[in-house]
């Protein structure tokens, strides 16, 4: 039976790096699979070419490709102003409000919408640290969760980083909190190629003025088994604590 999956992410190419294999592989199933991005993604790192194009256009052409490449049947973007990653929030843009500044009921409201439309049978979002504790991260949390409760969104898959990782890319002085248990594992390697060509559809997300490559671009050019290892399993805490399969 046909289920729709729908995917909150903060910015473009987050759906890639962290769901991108569990939606082509949703897809190529027969799902219905949403995705939905909180912000512009508009400080995100990149090279003066592209920020002199303006980066939030550009980043909403790469997220609208990586979703092709993914097999997505919508993509909706909420709008938002990208909050960057450091100790200090800018001011908000003309017409535009950083994502960690919007009431949260506003923002669930907006995402409840989507969720009611669609008949989602399962939200894919963030667990209580954001992954590592990126601001907007943790605003899709808060807001994923007040969505699902809303729209009585049947399944709340909370998206597993290691917590290695989140240890490493977390904001100095900010204290991870305790995650849930992961209790999915979707196995993602049949669809590793869709995964890798959406990820490297971030152009902008590869690009620097510095002689050093950046990680993304590094990852994906890694060598297949080591693609395997790293990028060949979606891990995921079931917020009901169950172990069913996703698809």
Known sequence: MPLTLLAFHAHPDDEAILTGGTLARAAAAGHRVVLVTATDGALGLTSSRYAAQGLASVRA???????????VSRVEQLGYAD????????????GQVRFVRVP?????????????????DTLLTYDVNGGYGHPDHLQIHRVGAAAAQLAQTPR???????????????????????????????DVREQLDA?????RAHESQLASDSALPRNI??????????????LGRERFADLSGSSDPVL
């Open 156 to 186: 709340v898959l909370e998206v597993a980083v290691s917590q290695r990782v989140a240890r490493l890319m977390k904001p100095r002085g900010l204290a991870l909190a305790p995650v849930r248990p992961v209790t999915v594992e979707v």
């Open 195 to 199: 995964k890798v060509a959406a990820m």
């Open 61 to 71: 052409a790469e997220v609208r490709e990586s979703a092709r490449l993914l097999g």
């Open 83 to 94: 909050s960057g990653l450091g100790p200090v929030t800018f001011d908000d843009p003309p």
């Open 217 to 230: 671009d590094l990852l994906t050019r890694l060598p297949r088994p080591a693609l395997e290892r790293l």
């Open 104 to 120: 949260v009921a506003e923002a669930a409201e907006r995402l409840a919408a989507i969720l009611r439309e669609e008949s989602v």
